[in-house]
Structure formats: C-alpha cells, structure tokens
Nanobody, 115 residues
Framework: QVQLVESGGGLVQPGGSLRLSCVVSGSIFSFAGMGWYRQAPGKQRELVAHIFSSGMTNYADSVKGRFTISRDNAKNTVYLQMNSLKPEDTAVYYC?????????WGQGTQVTVSA
C-alpha cells in the first residue's frame, strides 16, 4: 500500500517562508501526478498546486507567484516552496498522488501563519 509522508509544516510569521516535503513509497512515483491541497478550519479542502509527470505545473490563483511546486523523481519526493506567507495560508496541507485514477493522500502537516 502506498504511503505519503509530509513534513516541513510549522509556525511562521507573515511574510515568511516554509518548504513542505512529501515522500512517496513505491516505484511509480515518476509516472504519477502529484498535488498539494490544503484545508482550513470550517472550509473545504482545496487544490494549492499540481505537478504532472511531465513536470508541467498549475496553481491556485491565491498562491500564484508565491508558491512553487517541484519534484525529485530520484528521491520520490514532491516539494512545495511557500514564500510571502499570509495568515490566510493557515491550514493543514496534504500531499496527494494521482495515478491511473488511483488517488492516495498523506496525513497532512499543519501550517500556521501568525504574528
């Protein structure tokens, strides 16, 4: 069974930066699309960024120009570099793997942006 393990969350001041990592088990990582999602209290889970197996990316409008998604296929890892963080970025961030309509989620990592 595939496992996704996120790390890198924490408490940061507005304007600060964090880098999230998600390590994925299994041998198909390089063929899978990978996404970062987030869920704030009382809100639905939403897409933050996605990276296809080709390396193409897309972003939610709210994070364009501030967040960057990347992947290292040799390490089975996807990253989310978050800069210029705002209080409204506070949420639990989840990693998601999409492969042939099979979806797997990580357990989430908390990001809190507060002074």
């Amino acid at each position: 069974q595939v496992q996704l393990v996120e790390s890198g969350g924490g408490l940061v001041q507005p304007g600060g930066s964090l880098r999230l990592s998600c390590v994925v088990s299994g041998s198909i990582f390089s063929f899978a699309g990978m996404g970062w999602y987030r869920q704030a209290p009382g809100k639905q889970r939403e897409l933050v960024a996605h990276i296809f197996s080709s390396g193409m990316t897309n972003y939610a409008d709210s994070v364009k120009g501030r967040f960057t998604i990347s992947r290292d296929n040799a390490k089975n890892t996807v990253y989310l570099q978050m800069n210029s963080l705002k209080p409204e970025d506070t949420a639990v961030y989840y990693c998601r793997r999409d492969y042939n309509a099979r979806i797997a989620w990580g357990q989430g990592t908390q990001v809190t942006v507060s002074a």
